[in-house]
C-alpha cells in the first residue's frame, strides 16, 4: 500500500467530516447575523474563513506562504482560483471584501438573501447588458462605502495549469471603479484538488505589483493574467 497515499485520504476523510460538519451550522446561522446588518455578516463570514483556516492547517498539515504587498485601502482584487480555499482565505485577509459572486449560489433561498445583506456582487454567466450595469452599480456602491472588491476573473474555479481568458466583467469593474488593481495568485490546487484526496504542503498567495487606474483594456487585461498565472509560469 502507499503509505503517502493513505495518510492524504485520511487526512482528507477527516478533513471532510470537521470543515463541512462544521460549516452546516455556520451556513445555516448566517440569516440569523444577517439581521444585524452588514457589519454583523463580515464577522460571521470572517469566522468562517478562519474555521476553514484551521481545518486546512491542524487536519491536512497545509500552510500558507504570503508574498507581495498591498494597499492599505480600497483596491480591486482579481485573483485566480483553484479551489474554495481562496474564497474564504482573502475573505478574511482583505477584512470582508464584496466579493463578486456567481447568480446561482445567490438564488440559494434565505443563503442568498443572507449573502446580499454582507454586500455580495450578484452578476450571472451570461453577463448581459442587464447584469452587468447592475454589477458595476453594485460594485460602486462598495467602493463608496470603503470597501475592497473581489474578483475571479477567470470566471470559475480552474484545475492547475489551466489559463482561461478574462472575463468581460473584469474590464468593466477596473474602468468604472478606477481603483488600485492588485492581482492575486494562488497554487491551492496543487494541494486542494476539486476531486481526489487532498495533500499537505503550502499554498503561496502572492499579490502581485499593484496596476494603476486608467490604462487601456487591453493592457490591464494582460498584465493581470499573467499576474494571476505567474505561480503557474514559474512551475513549467
Keep these: ?53 484551521w481545518c486546512a492547517r ?17 483596491a480591486l482584487y482579481a485573483s485566480k482560483h483553484q479551489a474554495m480555499w481562496e474564497t474564504l482565505a482573502l475573505q478574511a485577509m482583505l477584512g470582508g471584501p464584496a466579493v463578486v459572486l456567481k447568480e446561482e449560489l445567490a438564488r440559494i433561498p434565505v443563503w442568498g438573501w443572507a449573502t446580499r445583506r454582507y454586500g455580495a456582487i450578484v452578476v450571472d454567466r451570461e453577463a448581459s447588458a442587464k447584469a452587468l450595469r447592475s454589477m458595476m452599480r453594485d460594485a460602486k456602491a462598495a467602493a463608496a462605502e470603503g470597501r475592497s472588491v473581489l474578483i475571479f476573473p477567470e470566471g470559475t ?39 481526489g484526496p487532498k495533500r499537505a504542503g503550502v499554498i503561496t498567495l502572492r499579490f502581485g505589483e499593484v496596476i494603476p487606474p486608467g490604462l487601456k483594456r487591453e493592457e490591464v487585461e494582460a498584465r493581470v493574467h499573467a499576474a494571476i498565472n505567474a505561480l503557474e509560469a514559474e512551475k513549467q
Design 157 to 195: 474555479r480552474v484545475a492547475p495549469g489551466e489559463q482561461p481568458p478574462l472575463k468581460s466583467g473584469f474590464a468593466g469593474l477596473y474602468r468604472i471603479l478606477a481603483l488600485p488593481t492588485v492581482p492575486v495568485a494562488v497554487d491551492s490546487g496543487r494541494l486542494m484538488p476539486r476531486k
Design 1 to 53: 500500500m502507499d503509505g503517502g497515499g493513505a495518510v492524504s485520504r485520511l487526512r482528507t476523510l477527516a478533513y471532510q467530516a470537521a470543515f463541512y460538519g462544521g460549516s452546516v451550522p455556520i451556513v445555516l446561522s448566517a440569516p440569523v447575523s444577517a439581521l444585524f446588518g452588514q457589519r454583523a455578516m463580515v464577522r460571521h463570514a470572517t469566522s468562517w474563513s478562519r474555521f476553514g483556516g
Design 58 to 74: 491542524r487536519l491536512l498539515g497545509i500552510e500558507v506562504r504570503v508574498e507581495g504587498t498591498r494597499p492599505s485601502g480600497p
